[in-house]
């Protein structure tokens, strides 16, 4: 059963949030590798939040909003969002 409009919605606010929230607390960091590239490398993919069936993240990733990444990793598409 496709999901609604509404649910779709909800589902990307949802996964924008966790995406910023998880992009803001790498920044935070104050530990990175000496090694590492710095702070210009920004975390694009994330595991889609909790409270949202893996159907609907299959469904927007179908639809072209979200880009499927590796081991159930999803990264949001330019321009789409």
């Known amino acids: 059963m496709p999901a609604t409009e509404e649910e779709m919605k909800k589902a990307m606010k949802a996964f924008k949030k966790r995406l910023k929230m998880t992009q803001l607390d790498d920044d935070s960091r104050l530990g990175?590798?000496?090694?590492?590239?710095?702070?210009?490398?920004?975390?694009?993919s994330i595991q889609p939040p909790a409270g949202f069936g893996r159907e609907i993240w299959e469904e927007l990733a179908d639809k072209g909003f979200?880009?499927?990444d590796v081991s159930g990793f999803y990264e949001l598409v330019p321009g789409k969002s």
């Open 32 to 44: 990175h590798g000496p090694m590492s590239s710095g702070p210009g490398e920004k975390i694009v």
């Open 66 to 68: 979200l880009k499927r």
